[in-house]
């Protein structure tokens, strides 16, 4: 996944795909380089915090809100049989080729259903908050998701091997 710069000047739904995309980029980045082992080391006990947890998780998340939230799609979870989002982050027995295949799989459809969405101001119910929400709101809510992860993302590879790096 390249990472490039989100664009200074654009229209909004174009500078909101272009941040997502850049902070899906960021995740991969930093976890180029690293084997399963160092994907899977955590940050601290008990956390099971781990950058392929990351991964895990924010394929969960991307496969929540555009496959089940605005494309109406009934999905079981990935990783977990009891609709916990917090299973992915045990990544003990994963591998990088489960997790970014998955991932990628994931953000592959996003985008899919993000591109065919006719407007930002399209809504979909949302069971959690029992409330609509929009193209638009979901599409900052992944951002905001995102760049929270890649802040533990940033320690976790510091941690691992001293990488550091916006």
Same mark, same amino acid.
């Given at each position: 996944?390249? =990472?490039?710069g989100p664009p200074l000047t654009g229209n909004e ?27 899977? =080391? ?10 392929? $947890? ?9 496969? /929540? ?16 049989? /009891? ?24 953000? $592959? /459809?996003?985008? =899919? ?34 760049? =929270?992860?890649?802040? /533990? ?5 510091? $941690?691992?091997?001293?990488?550091? $790096?916006?």
């Amino acid at each position: 996944m390249d =990472r490039i710069g989100p664009p200074l000047t654009g229209n909004e739904r174009d500078t909101l795909r272009a941040y997502l995309d850049y902070h899906r980029a960021t995740l991969a980045w930093k976890c180029e380089g690293l084997g399963d082992e160092d994907l899977r =080391r955590t940050s601290m006990p008990p956390s099971t915090l781990s950058l392929l $947890g990351l991964v895990r998780h924010m394929a969960e998340v991307e496969r /929540h809100w555009f496959r089940r939230i605005l494309n109406g799609e009934d999905l079981p979870h990935l990783w977990s049989d /009891h609709h916990d989002f917090q299973a992915a982050y045990d990544a003990t027995g994963s591998t990088r080729e489960e997790a970014f295949t998955a991932w990628e799989a994931e953000v $592959g /459809h996003a985008r =899919r259903i993000e591109a065919a969405t006719e407007s930002l101001d399209v809504t979909a119910y949302v069971p959690s908050w029992q409330a609509e929400a929009s193209l638009r709101l979901v599409m900052l809510h992944l951002i905001h998701e995102y760049a =929270r992860h890649n802040g /533990h993302a940033d320690f976790l590879r510091e $941690g691992i091997d001293g990488t550091t $790096g916006a």
